[in-house]
């Protein structure tokens, strides 16, 4: 599903009800936070979220088992959930242009050591 460009501010709640999606494009809207319901969408591979507001993720995002791609570029994140780490299928994680972003890369290595992942930080 693809909804990005409508200037949307507010998680969308009927998203929360398709617990069958599998992929979700939210790029350029306003929104500056994912409510904890995000991680009831249990088939969700695909998630991108760039640029937009976002100032935190809720821990709930680690229950997304499924989740392959995980964009979050141009945003103003300050951290990331520790939760992440629990995503064993996350494989491209894209953190690129969070210029507040507060937390380590080698602490955000340390959350997936036992997988294969591409990180993408700004330097």
Do not use: H
């Not at 398709?18 to 591979?45: D, H, M, R, T, W």
């Not at 690129?96 to 700004?122: C, G, H, M, V, Y």
């Amino acid at each position: 599903m693809d909804i990005s460009r409508n200037q949307i501010s507010n998680f969308p709640k009927e998203i929360q009800k398709l617990q069958n999606l599998e992929a979700l494009f939210l790029n350029g809207n306003s929104l500056s936070n994912l409510p904890e319901e995000i991680g009831e969408l249990e088939k969700l591979g695909i998630l991108y979220l760039n640029n937009n507001q976002l100032t935190t993720l809720p821990k709930e995002i680690g229950q997304l088992e499924n989740l392959v791609s995980l964009s979050l570029s141009s945003n103003k994140l300050t951290s990331i959930p520790d939760e992440l780490g629990q995503l064993k299928k996350l494989r491209i994680l894209n953190l690129w242009d969070n210029p507040t972003l507060t937390t380590p890369e080698r602490n955000i290595r340390k959350l997936f050591r036992n997988q294969e992942i591409a990180i993408e930080i700004s330097p």
